[in-house]
């Protein structure tokens, strides 16, 4: 069957708001199973979308976005893939099988969404420096517009164009590009990390800082695991500085001030 | 006056109930390399900063702290914004070290449980479920798991509240003791940086070096070294790149981008 206009417009507005859904109330969380089956209401074959949502779902369990990380796109591969399996009548494993490359393939528009968002954070920064709340409300809101056209263009465009050009993009991306986008979205929070390192007293706590590294990196501990071992030292400090005698505590003043110096970062 | 409450500015059940709601709905809009969240954060406390501040050079500071470096589960942020807004009720502009602490230090913490929980155990619970009675050709499994996620979102609601009213208990009793508080605080949050080091950044050598009939990966020659020790080193550079001048975070991450890329061509890592 040939697929309507008003189905592609459907189907754009659909992948939005599950982006969207994914980033707030998550009642969806952008789980390929959802994709699926309300691509299949809109395609009049609920049967197909709930097969081709359900084997992608089993691809990505356990499988979260933790820290920023990416991970396949099987929102967009359980819409892309529904869509070409009801269209072409070659069933299910089709879909399935053009779903995964292009949800492999999204991925690096989640990181370029991402990425833009930096551009609105800068502009949010430049309001606030302005005390202008209007522009703060108006830059914080755009945010959503790389995150939607990061899954409504490529459906829109894929749809449109048929599954050649979808065929021919997956297979024609460079290596290089490819490669070196996942590469990069593995570095980046390292970029974050540096920020917040700025921004803390870090200098002060240095051997917090190590203890941490060396729990996480040498002993497996868990980030709750870390936080256990945080909150005990936390807590002896606590203590310690409450019983200290009056030097201790004017140190400890004397401690958030440096800190704030050193921790004093500018952008 | 000197040594009453410093701030006489009160927040209501509305405030507390509207700071849950747009952190939900905000927490992850601006979702970005750099900040990660913490332009989200910065959406949910709008209100309260202009609420509870009028000085406008107070104000625009606590703007600024707010917008700093924030990442943690978004079901288990509802708490924090809530115990944040405990404290800056009651101990106004000077708590501003507090908060910056309290942050840093609690969104590792709930980070850990809440991606367990909501990140990890749910899905796979539910997402089997779901994904099996799905091949077989039934909706059913889909449908509780979307009733359990709406009754999580219900559950957000409350974060914010639970996180206010536990917060205000312990900031009270802890009035007095503010620099101790913050000290202990930013310890943990730089205990647990130290172990998002560790974790957060991913980086795999995949250069391998012959020496005559013997390939030796070099993954495992730097783990004999240590662990981690790619993203200590990127954690380093960009750390000090950041200290040089006209260096801004955006150059930082541009940078990063092409370096990845261009040892990812030399085939350094993949």
């Not at chain 1, 990061?150 to 991306?173: H, K, Q, T, Y």
């Not at chain 2, 889909?142 to 709406?150: D, E, F, G, P, S």
């Amino acid at each position: 069957m040939e697929i309507q206009m008003w189905q592609i417009i459907a189907l754009t507005i659909l992948s939005m708001i599950l982006i969207w859904d994914s980033l707030s109330t998550a009642v969806f969380d952008g789980k390929p199973i959802f994709a699926g089956i309300l691509a299949g209401v809109i395609m009049g074959d609920v049967a197909v979308g709930l097969a081709v949502g359900a084997t992608l779902q089993l691809m990505v369990l356990g499988v979260g976005t933790y820290g920023g990380s990416s991970m396949p796109d099987y929102l967009t591969g359980a819409i892309i893939g529904t869509v070409f399996a009801v269209t072409s009548g070659q069933g299910v494993d089709f879909g399935i099988g053009l779903a995964v490359p292009v949800g492999l393939l999204m991925v690096n528009l989640d990181v370029l969404a991402r990425f833009c968002n930096v551009f609105f954070a800068k502009r949010v920064e430049a309001a606030i420096e302005r005390l202008d709340y209007a522009a703060i409300k108006r830059n914080i809101w755009l945010g959503l517009v790389p995150w939607g056209l990061s899954r409504a263009l490529p459906i829109f465009i894929m749809l449109v164009f048929g599954e050649d050009i979808v065929n021919g993009l997956v297979s024609n991306m460079p290596e290089w590009l490819t490669g070196g986008l996942s590469v990069a979205g593995g570095l980046l929070p390292a970029v974050g990390i540096a920020i917040l390192l700025r921004y803390l007293p870090v200098k002060k706590y240095i051997s917090y800082l190590l203890i941490g590294f060396f729990a996480a990196a040498y002993l497996a501990v868990p980030m709750v695991g870390i936080a256990i071992l945080g909150v005990a030292m936390a807590v002896i400090a606590f203590r310690q500085s409450l019983n200290g005698n009056q030097a201790v505590v004017a140190a400890n003043s004397g401690v958030s001030q440096e800190g704030l110096l050193d921790g004093e970062y500018e952008d | 006056m000197e040594n009453m409450k410093t701030n006489e500015t009160r927040l209501t059940k509305k405030d507390i109930n509207s700071l849950g709601k747009r952190w939900i709905m905000g927490s992850q809009i601006t979702w970005n390399y750099e900040k990660q969240m913490a332009v989200g954060y910065l959406w949910a406390m709008l209100p309260i900063i202009r609420k509870l501040y009028k000085d406008p050079e107070e104000q625009k500071e606590m703007l600024r702290t707010h917008i700093q470096f924030f990442n943690t589960t978004p079901h288990m942020g509802g708490f924090i914004c809530g115990i944040d807004a405990a404290t800056e009720e009651h101990e106004g502009y000077k708590a501003k070290e507090t908060v910056k602490g309290l942050k840093t230090g609690l969104m590792g913490p709930f980070a850990g449980v809440g991606d367990t929980l909501f990140g990890v155990l749910f899905p796979t619970i539910f997402g089997s479920i779901a994904a099996y009675m799905g091949q077989e050709g039934s909706m059913v499994g889909a449908i509780i798991w979307l009733l359990v996620n709406i009754a999580i979102l219900i559950f957000r609601t409350f974060t914010a509240g639970i996180g206010y009213r536990e917060g205000s208990k312990i900031i009270t009793s802890a009035k007095d003791k503010l620099d101790a508080l913050t000290a202990a605080a930013t310890l943990l949050g730089v205990t647990v940086v130290g172990a998002l080091v560790a974790t957060v950044v991913r980086a795999n050598v995949t250069a391998t070096f012959k020496s005559g009939e013997i390939t030796v990966n070099g993954q495992d020659i730097l783990n004999q070294i240590m662990p981690c020790l790619v993203p200590v080193a990127v954690v380093a550079f960009i750390y000090w790149l950041l200290g040089r001048k006209k260096m801004t975070s955006t150059k930082a991450i541009i940078l990063v981008m092409v370096l990845s890329i261009l040892l990812h061509v030399v085939g350094i890592l993949g």
